[in-house]
């Protein structure tokens, strides 16, 4: 078979496929990207048996064929050719390809197509369309709160639910959670929910920056894989099995103090404050004050570094309730923070050992929830001695209820 077509697109579908590649692989052939042409477009695919990714790019071909080379080589050197167009011959001896360039040429030996991984086919289930843009934005806000370590496999997942013209999606980590739900194009037929490799849907995220309009979601009939369709490109994923904790429990349903504030300073004063709380075992506190009379309310973000130094930032902001104060891991506090839009942030709590819920008005389906460090407050109330930093996390572990 051969293929022609432009250098910068061929790259960008190497690009895209990339994720999937095997890092480490005791089946050498998942380190490789399977070539093949499809409905006269030339198929990328690459898979490491978890999550497999392909991407369609425009081509002319002439004849059939199919061939794996080594991702990272045939990769760095399409990178690395100088003009637009690109050739690939696709041999049968030995397997592998040969790539011209203008005058540049490279021949790469592979591995026969019949020994790559076959892709799971994903049907029998239920499937729906969802914008692009609501998926990635919502995919943005609550990936993040996923668990990074497998001791709780299913915290490495997103919950995915499908109910009539909805979609919701939620993480948690055991320190914090994120929920957001959103509209689909078309209503589903049964209510659906399985928990997706968070991993899996970073990537769909990544690749939705393509200009896609739409995602179409499969889940196959017995809730062990997915596919997500985008314009030019296609994940298909082994499901999370387990049992996600019961997330709408661990939402407070009421505050005892609410403050609005300007997202830009808020932001602006916890990135301040972090560079101080690097060295204070992680830790922001926040002091929520009603203020007297026709005094506005006003949010002090605070750090403190022993024997560095402190900093303290005060900011105006619209308070109902009591005067109160919570103290934050500032990773998480910052992390929230920078996936909101808009001009303000709604910050709900009680006391310094509940809850902090973070709402933003230009993601009004959107709930993120922090649970407090434990710190010991002077009478003051602008200082405070913290305990050792593992121990604040072992507390907000079992105190906080996210004992997921």
């Not at 080379?69 to 040969?98: C, H, W, Y």
């Amino acid at each position: 078979m051969q293929v022609t077509c432009l250098r910068e697109n061929l790259s960008r579908g190497l690009a895209n496929v990339s994720r999937a590649v095997a890092a480490r692989a005791t089946l050498p052939v998942t380190q490789n990207v399977l070539l093949e042409g499809d409905d006269g477009q030339l198929k990328l695919t690459a898979t490491n048996t978890e999550i497999s990714i392909s991407t369609w790019i425009g081509a002319q071909i002439e004849g059939e064929g199919r061939v794996t080379v080594p991702a990272r080589m045939f990769t760095d050197f399409v990178n690395s050719l100088p003009g637009q167009t690109v050739d690939i011959e696709f041999k049968n001896e030995p397997v592998g390809v040969v790539v011209t360039c203008d005058k540049f040429n490279g021949e790469i030996n592979g591995i026969a197509s019949e020994e790559f991984p076959p892709i799971p086919t994903v049907d029998g289930g239920s499937s729906v369309t969802i914008p692009a843009d609501t998926f990635r934005g919502a995919l943005e806000r609550v990936v993040l709160a996923a668990a990074t370590d497998d001791s709780r496999p299913v915290l490495t997942g997103v919950k995915v639910e499908l109910a009539g013209d909805t979609f919701t999606l939620a993480a948690a980590d055991g320190f914090r959670l994120a929920v957001e739900s959103g509209k689909l194009n078309a209503p589903v037929n049964a209510e659906v929910g399985v928990i997706v490799p968070a991993k899996t849907l970073a990537e769909v995220e990544r690749l939705l920056g393509d200009g896609s309009a739409s995602v179409e979601l499969s889940i196959d009939a017995d809730g062990r894989s997915a596919k997500f369709r985008l314009d030019t490109s296609e994940v298909v994923t082994a499901l999370v099995q387990g049992t996600f904790p019961d997330y709408e429990k661990l939402i407070p349903t009421s505050w005892g103090t609410k403050a609005t504030i300007d997202l830009a300073g808020m932001v602006q004063a916890t990135r301040a404050a972090s560079i101080f709380a690097r060295d204070g075992s992680g830790i922001i506190r926040v002091i929520v004050n009603p203020g007297d009379g026709d005094a506005s309310g006003a949010v002090k973000v605070i750090s403190r570094a022993e024997e560095v130094g402190s900093n303290e930032n005060e900011l105006d902001a619209a308070v109902d309730g009591d005067e109160t104060k919570v103290a934050f891991n500032s990773k998480f506090l910052m992390d929230v923070l920078n996936v909101l839009s808009g001009k303000e942030v709604v910050l709900e709590t009680t006391t310094p050992s509940s809850p902090g819920v973070f709402r933003s008005a230009n993601h009004e389906g959107y709930t993120h929830v922090v649970m407090p460090m434990f710190v010991q407050w002077c009478s003051a109330g602008l200082r405070a001695l913290h305990i050792a930093a593992i121990d604040c996390h072992r507390c907000i572990f079992q105190v906080g209820d996210l004992n997921l």
